[in-house]
């Protein structure tokens, strides 16, 4: 049994106990079938907004940016870019700090304040107390990961990234020896990281097939709206109410594994990436999304 074979044990485990979500396993097969699947399969890393260069820069910067990629219960509170979502703000402005000064080296991860983290992400002049709770949950992100590549790797990603040696699930094992990746029972980011990497083409992985649909808050959502998940009546008033689903509730820990047993039948882990982006696109048809709770997820 390895980790990714605990993530969906826990999916099953909680699906079966659900009272708040439930699977309509019925109309799975169909669903998936209509897929774009084809569409998924190319997808790539936005340029505009990620930091596609050399192999070794672009690969510390997926790294650096996975680690990161949490909060969005926070993002109502970000001051934004034009046209731009909470993740691809942090993700441009990210990319804008590596063009203007280089890649961030581990020692320099492990160095960033919480005032440095708001000056990279565009957020020195916004005074809400929760934006600047995310910018310390960054900094303390971003400095346990330059820490570990520091301590365990030598200040290398790459060594990093080559000692899962191809194996996507072995990376995931990797990263999960940080406390924030320690989301146990979903490990999103860490699977992010891997699923990315693949993308970006700045690393292969012989079993990107083993990672699971990402528990984050777009897929349930589109998932619920598409038929495939069906929210209990109080929950679906609350989500239609912006109200927070807390972190550890029963509600939460029911919508982020809710998908993934869906997930298993589309047998490969890129739908996310058409999930996501049809969540993206068509927000204002599908009204409100579940957002994260403030926290990691």
Do not use: W
């Amino acid at each position: 049994m390895g980790l990714l074979d605990d993530v969906r044990a826990n999916a099953e485990a909680v699906a079966k106990t659900a009272t708040y979500v439930r699977v309509r396993t019925e109309v799975i097969e169909a669903y998936a079938a209509a897929l774009p699947i084809h569409l998924a399969q190319s997808a790539e890393l936005d340029s505009a907004t990620h930091y596609l260069r050399e192999p070794e820069e672009t690969l510390k910067f997926v790294v650096t940016l996975d680690a990161i990629n949490f909060g969005s219960g926070y993002f109502p509170r970000l001051t934004k870019r034009a046209g731009l979502s909470g993740y691809f703000t942090v993700a441009a402005s990210l990319k804008e700090r590596y063009e203007s000064d280089g890649p961030l080296q581990a020692k320099q991860l492990e160095a960033l304040s919480a005032e440095d983290c708001a000056r990279i992400f565009g957020q020195a002049a916004n005074e809400d107390s929760g934006v600047a709770e995310l910018m310390e949950l960054f900094s303390r992100a971003l400095n346990d990961l330059g820490a570990y590549v520091g301590d365990r790797f030598g200040g290398s990603f790459r060594a990093l990234v080559e000692r899962a040696e191809g194996s996507a699930e072995r990376l995931v094992e990797i990263l999960v020896e940080m406390p924030f990746y320690q989301d146990v029972g979903f490990y999103k980011r860490a699977q992010l990281t891997a699923a990315d990497l693949g993308t970006a083409h700045v690393a292969q992985f012989h079993d990107l097939d083993r990672l699971t649909i990402f528990a984050d808050n777009l897929v349930p959502h589109v998932l619920r709206v598409d038929g495939v998940l069906s929210y209990a009546p109080e929950l679906l008033a609350r989500i239609d109410h912006e109200e927070l689903i807390e972190k550890g509730s029963d509600e939460e820990r029911e919508i982020r594994p809710g998908p993934r047993p869906s997930g298993e039948s589309f047998q490969i882990y890129r739908p996310t990436f058409h999930l996501e982006d049809s969540a993206a696109v068509q927000e204002h048809r599908y009204g409100k999304m579940l957002r994260d709770p403030p926290g990691l997820e």
